[in-house]
């Protein structure tokens, strides 16, 4: 990792693994000092839905991603979690620009490409490149490995045809394939091997920004290990940004020295990893937290606390009022069905979207954000507030944020 | 409340740039096609298939050369063999068999028929093979077209099919035969008495009718393949149109196309027959399996052998090509149910 003067402000990282052998990498770390290479602002992405009938009108629109902010410095990594459907891979997707968003801004680099068309977008591709969730298809079965590898090198000109061979064979070898097997086809080698095969035809082009959506999920567990070492050694070597789509909490933790958490196209918690998987403020969170399987409670017989949401997510047509979450809110009160809560910054690097953000048991009763958002306890118009503007939902962080304990700005 | 602490357990790691694997240096690759082969070699009936057309094949290639070398007469009239009497048919048993005429006689002219037949495959599987890579190739290319793209494209692509097969085919083939050749024999080079106009009349409305149903199947086979992250993937390194069709989706259709270009043959086969026998298509003196059965009908009772062998080798070759096509399918998707 590279050793930054900055590194003393970075937030702690989650103690090594202690004991006599030293297991793997260790978990990245965020390097406060690198400016952001994504930024994205209020991105959305509404899908038509249309009828079947001869004419096809468009009956309503599925809000996969809907007004999602965030950045991801240079050479970092963010995680995005949260369950299936939730939109994370419409956001990776988006920021690869294989969607064109429906609103919203993508700075790339301090260029906005949201709206770039297929020929702007052309140079962007060797910028910002994306590991597939699943080798067995993200491979074209009949090509040859050389053959995919050496594709982009190819599209691109970037070398002489001559030389493509050994730009392919230099790549398998820094993904630690057998460069002599560039003449094999994907269904020889295992799934390990093929995911280091998407690997590599996502570094041929040098890119700054690799979107990885579940890089490892489709793997077993020893090599979904050697693939996230290996991303984080690429990571280091080659000073990529990560945007790190998941849904297996460890390995993002591991992975990525900030997180933020979806939920139905929004992002809820969005908090360095510390914060996060310690003193997680939104009730989701902790629910998602919770139902991680714990191998030190089950070994003294411990158990802990579960906490089960009930129903299903609802459906991203017609996606409940106010707070997403209420309908499998446990503390969810009146004012989450009225008002929106905003992605409200309430740490240094720390942002929440609850109306009653706390810690777990430690929930406030009465909503933090009515003053801000000028409505009374209960969500109704209070006409003697004043709301504030621009709170929540910006990307990045700001210097002032809402301490929840003393409730008023602070300021770092 | 306790949060999980689990550290993901590492192994220890291979370090960038060494091999993770190396157990089968020295391997040669196998491709998707070569397993298919090693599927379709253990299948007995398709092999035969295969050796049969195979050797179908080589003679019609080797018929013009054994005409020029003098090997096979398809020309050359014998009326000294022929009964006047009886109007033409050949003296002897089966239409005049013997060793110098394997097969017999043509009534009423006395040309060997085994070499009309030889020769006459060599006209017929040109047409049928002609024909056959006009359907595929506008077949393939528009079904790719309509399944990758969607939309009004694929709407209107669509629409094509239908029109296509609701077309009274052989209608049009017989009302506009004289036109038809007589335009090519106009834009053509040769003779009148040329047999090409005819051909390439037959050819192109053949092909322009027989590629709707192969346009629908590899449309369908594409809106699956599209969905496929390496599409995806090739996008992403912003592959071309030309690129994502030809590179990256067509090397997965070979399959569907292959298949139906062995079903398609047999059928053309057999349509050139039938033309044939309604007057479109190549006349004699120019031999067609097509001309000949038509021909050979009206000797049906005098002659049976004349009716009978084109019949025979006419039904061997399509059963053939259609068994040849089922086996290429079942070996290249083993996962498919006959």
Same mark, same amino acid.
């Given at each position: ?412 | ?174 009302? =506009?035969? @004289?036109?038809? *050749?007589?335009? /090519?024999?106009?834009?053509?080079? $040769? ?5 090409? #106009?005819? +051909? ?112 025979? =080798?006419? @039904?061997?070759? *399509?059963?053939? /090509?259609?068994?040849?096509?089922? $086996? ?5 998707? #083993?996962? +498919?149910?006959?």
């Amino acid at each position: 990792m590279s050793i930054s003067p900055s590194e003393s402000h970075a937030s702690e990282a989650p103690a090594e693994p202690k004991g006599g052998v030293v297991l793997g990498n260790p978990a990245s770390k965020l390097d406060l000092s690198r400016p952001p290479i994504l930024e994205v602002d209020n991105l959305q992405m509404y899908f038509p839905v249309r009828n079947s009938g001869l004419i096809r009108r468009t009956v309503g629109y599925v809000q996969a991603v809907d007004g999602v902010s965030f950045q991801v410095p240079a050479g970092g990594s963010l995680g995005l979690v949260g369950e299936s459907g939730c939109g994370k891979s419409t956001t990776g997707r988006l920021i690869t620009r294989l969607y064109k968003p429906t609103a919203g801004r993508i700075d790339f680099d301090g260029r906005n490409i949201a709206n770039y068309s297929a020929s702007q977008l052309m140079p962007l591709r060797r910028e910002i490149q994306m590991i597939f969730q699943d080798p067995a298809t993200s491979l074209n079965p009949r090509h040859t490995v050389g053959a995919i590898v050496g594709a982009p090198l190819l599209i691109h000109k970037v070398i002489p045809k001559k030389q493509v061979l050994n730009r392919v064979q230099e790549l398998l070898e820094v993904v630690g394939l057998n460069p002599e097997h560039y003449n094999r086809y994907p269904h020889e080698f295992s799934g390990g091997q093929r995911q280091r095969i998407g690997i590599a035809r996502a570094l041929t082009l040098q890119p700054k920004l690799l979107v990885a959506d579940e890089p490892v999920s489709a793997l077993d567990v020893s090599i979904q290990a050697q693939v996230i070492n290996l991303l984080q050694d690429l990571q280091r070597e080659f000073d990529i940004a990560f945007l790190f789509i998941a849904h297996d909490l460890a390995i993002v933790r591991h992975f990525c020295p900030e997180i933020a958490v979806m939920y139905l196209g929004k992002i809820v918690e969005i908090s360095d990893r510390e914060t996060l998987y310690n003193r997680p403020n939104h009730p989701y969170t902790q629910a998602l937290l919770s139902a991680v399987p714990d191998v030190k409670q089950a070994a003294i017989g411990g158990r802990r606390e579960r906490i089960r949401l009930e129903g299903d997510v609802p459906s991203p047509v017609n996606p409940p009022s106010g707070c997403r979450f209420r309908t499998r809110c446990p503390i969810a009160k009146e004012i989450c069905a009225k008002v929106e809560p905003p992605l409200l910054q309430i740490g240094k690097r720390h942002k929440v979207a609850c109306h009653f953000a706390g810690e777990l048991g430690n929930h406030p009763t009465a909503p933090i954000t009515a003053g801000m958002l000028g409505v009374d306890d209960q969500g109704n118009h209070d006409p003697g507030a004043s709301p504030s503007k621009d709170i929540g939902n910006s990307p990045g962080f700001s210097d002032f944020w809402f301490d929840l304990k003393t409730r008023t700005m602070a300021k770092s | 409340m306790t949060q999980s602490e689990s550290q993901i357990e590492l192994l220890e790691p291979p370090p960038v740039g060494v091999v993770v694997e190396d157990k089968v240096a020295g391997v040669a690759g196998q491709s998707p096609t070569r397993l298919a082969l090693g599927r379709f070699r253990k299948d007995r009936l398709s092999m035969i298939a295969f050796v049969v057309v195979a050797f179908y094949v080589v003679a019609a290639i080797l018929a013009p050369i054994l005409v020029k070398f003098d090997v096979i007469h398809p020309t050359a009239l014998n009326p000294t063999l022929l009964n006047v009497d009886l109007g033409g048919v050949p003296n002897g048993a089966w239409g005049g068999m013997t060793w110098h005429h394997l097969l017999g006689l043509e009534p009423r002219t006395g040309t060997d028929l085994l070499s009309r037949l030889w020769y006459g495959m060599t006209f017929s599987l040109t047409i049928a093979l002609t024909a056959s890579v006009v359907a595929i190739v506008i077949g393939t290319v528009l079904g790719i077209i309509s399944g990758f793209s969607g939309g009004i494209v694929d709407a209107v692509i669509g629409r094509m099919v239908d029109v296509t097969l609701s077309f009274p085919q052989t209608l049009m083939l017989l009302a =506009l035969s @004289a036109t038809g *050749v007589a335009l /090519f024999a106009k834009i053509l080079p $040769g003779s009148q008495s040329d047999p090409l #106009p005819n +051909a390439v009349y037959e050819v192109l409305l053949l092909g322009l009718f027989g590629w709707p149903g192969i346009a629908r199947l590899i449309r369908g086979q594409v809106l699956s393949i599209r969905e496929r992250e390496f599409v995806d993937a090739a996008r992403l390194l912003g592959a071309s149109r030309s690129r994502l069709y030809f590179k990256e989706i067509l090397p997965n259709l070979w399959a569907p196309v292959l298949v139906q270009f062995t079903l398609i043959m047999p059928a053309y086969i057999s349509a050139e027959a039938a033309l044939g026998y309604l007057g479109v298509g190549i006349h004699v003196p120019t031999p067609t399996i097509g001309n000949i059965l038509k021909d050979s009908v009206n000797y049906s009772q005098a002659d049976f052998g004349y009716f009978f062998f084109p019949a025979l =080798l006419l @039904a061997i070759i *399509v059963v053939s /090509f259609n068994l040849l096509g089922d $086996g290429i399918g079942d070996a290249l998707d #083993p996962k +498919a149910d006959r």
